[in-house]
């Protein structure tokens, strides 16, 4: 009897971890246009650059060249836009490629 309510509350612990999980990262998810919208009003960032990433994903850089804040999402061939990664001090390069040196 003891096994069983052990292997019971393992797996009612298990099953709230795994909702607590599911939980955060649809958290940080939505459709583009309200994602996008909240960037803009929440923190003045807009679209910097866009680059398609894998299985067709948009991966997207928005910033604000006034408070300096960046946020990076991907949306999915589906529509819905996460955020993967925000922070601080954004600033545009325009960096040139080293000079490749010759060994000949």
């Known amino acids: 009897m003891k096994e069983q309510l052990m292997i019971l509350s393992l797996g ?3 099953l709230a971890v795994t909702a607590a999980q599911t939980q955060a ?3 940080n998810c939505g459709p583009r ?5 909240r960037l ?3 923190y003045g960032e ?5 680059g398609l990433g894998a299985n067709n994903s948009v ?3 928005f910033a604000s060249k006034s408070t300096g804040t960046w946020t990076i999402t991907v949306t999915t ?4 836009t996460c955020l993967v990664a925000s922070g601080q001090a954004f600033e545009t390069l325009s960096e040139k490629l080293p000079v490749k040196e010759s060994d000949a």
């Open 12 to 14: 009612v612990g298990l």
């Open 25 to 27: 990262q649809t958290r």
């Open 33 to 37: 246009d309200v994602v996008v919208e």
């Open 40 to 42: 803009a009003q929440g």
């Open 46 to 50: 807009s679209r910097q650059s866009i």
């Open 59 to 61: 991966v997207e850089v």
């Open 77 to 80: 061939a589906a529509g819905l």
